[in-house]
């Protein structure tokens, strides 16, 4: 199974999840994601202008796990298992505080962290669609009960750790955990309320009454454990909020990223090729002195001639060989290719490469999702987009994941960022003013924002299983306005 979401990450960049869930039976998974990206011609993106060096500086990977999946009302319920593993970690820990055991804590308090947080972002989703008053007010009153006694029951266990903590470390760590907890809720609620806010609904005062109230009592919680709080005429102490809040959620998630090992695919066999092809240019240089020397005498001006030749000849020779196995070689080999770990644990390699492709190479249901207008259609004969196509091929061992994963975490996540900053540099003006009559027949000029549309279509293989996604930005020298999905 395989899913892919975007979203626009800031300004000038775009971000994709791609979800690829492991069969169990399997002892192997294999998938593949290959994207069409179609580029307006007048951004003069191409081979000599954006070479794959400029590609990959512009892209930016992240691997990592799917977070076992469990609703927050199995999580309110001390008998979950993310909630018995931390707890056994706590209980490990307190009779030997040893560094294998502190190791095993904070990988625990991070997991059930990072459980959590999702827990309450999938409920909070569940309560923006509802319309029903009383079951929208039920469902509140759940989430935040639930919400409640999961936080509870994390904290009820700082006593095992602040009686066996001598250094302070393990302290530290569930400190942090608990701080996660807390300004996850937090946003949630204020997400609640922005939403709410937009949203005529009748039991609007009491829900709001309730979000505010759970609010204030984190806020009062992390202002007496001694953690700064965002507020207003505090731009200073706002941004080091706002950095810290960010190295936590990286803390929390990191046992989510796996360990990449990225390096060149193919490599032995593109350097056999290289020198194959040096090696092909020194035998023909060598055959031109030798049959020179057969023919003229030492030092003679023929011999110079043909030596200079054989010079010349050997290095075109060396390019056009090297050019030829190179291209072959593409066919056969990506550009690179990344070995995915976890505790040691080799779970498969991602294999990348990129390449600029004429249309006539492009498949007909890729063509078909691009879905041009017909003044489009018709100006694309005399200038057509260029197309980037960007493959991923996957190969995840399935028994590895269950080997090295107990909860059996659903698979992995693969996080691409596009950097489009490059694709601005050739944009006209991001508004152009244009002239209309107004009601009193007078010429005034409107601002009309000038746009591009930049395509990515994506085709996700699974076993027999083929599927396609388009996904459109719409970008002007500002950076991305807008991002559309179409199935």
Known sequence: MIDISARIHDKYSVEFKSGFCIENEKDKDSFSLNTWIFLPYSLD?????????????????????????????????????????????????????????????????????????????????????????????????????????????????????????????ASNYFAFGDEFLSNRLEQKCYELLD????????????????????????????????????????????????????????????????????????????????SLGAAIAMIVATIIVFSAQLRYASFTMPLFMALVA???????????????????????????????????????????????????????????????SDILESDNRNTAEKIILYRKLLDLKSSAFNETMPDHTPGIKDITRFNLSTFTMKMDNPTSEIPILNKNGEIEKTEVAFIYYINFIMQLKHGETVEYKRFRLIMSRNGIEDIETFD
Not at 103 to 116: D, F, G, M
Not at 337 to 364: A, Q, R
Request: hydrophobic share 35%; net charge positive.
């Open 310 to 372: 054989s010079y010349v000849l050997k290095d075109r020779v060396k390019e056009i060989a090297n050019y030829y196995f190179s291209t072959r070689l593409s066919k056969k080999y990506f550009d690179t290719k990344t070995d995915i770990s976890l505790k040691g644990t080799n779970l498969g390699w991602i294999k990348e490469s990129m390449e600029f492709v004429k249309e006539d190479k492009v498949p007909e249901e890729v063509i078909k999702k691009r879905d041009r």
């Open 195 to 274: 939403h709410f806010a937009k949203k005529e609904v009748n039991c609007k005062e009491s829900i709001n009454a309730k979000l505010t109230k759970v609010i204030e009592k984190e806020r009062i919680y992390r202002q007496k454990a001694g953690h700064e709080l965002i507020g207003k005429d505090k731009p200073e102490k706002n941004r080091e909020v706002l950095h810290r809040l960010r190295l936590l959620r990286k803390y929390v998630e990191n046992p989510l990223f796996l360990d990449a090992d990225r390096k060149e695919d193919g490599r032995f066999m593109r350097q056999l090729a290289l």
């Open 45 to 169: 993106i191409n081979r000599q202008t954006y070479p794959k060096s400029h590609f990959y500086r512009d892209v930016k990977n992240y691997i990592r796990l799917y977070a076992p999946i469990y609703s927050l009302e199995e999580i309110a319920d001390k008998d979950n298992l993310p909630f018995q593993y931390f707890a056994m970690a706590c209980g490990f820990w307190e009779a030997d505080p040893g560094a294998e055991n502190m190791a095993e804590l904070e990988y625990q308090i991070k997991t059930y962290a990072t459980i959590v947080k999702n827990a309450l972002r999938r409920e909070a989703e569940h309560l923006l669609i509802l319309d029903d008053i009383n079951e929208l007010t039920a469902a509140v009153n759940r989430y935040l009960l639930q919400s409640d006694m999961v936080i509870k029951h994390y904290r009820e266990l700082k006593i095992w750790i602040d009686e066996a903590d001598d250094e302070g470390k």
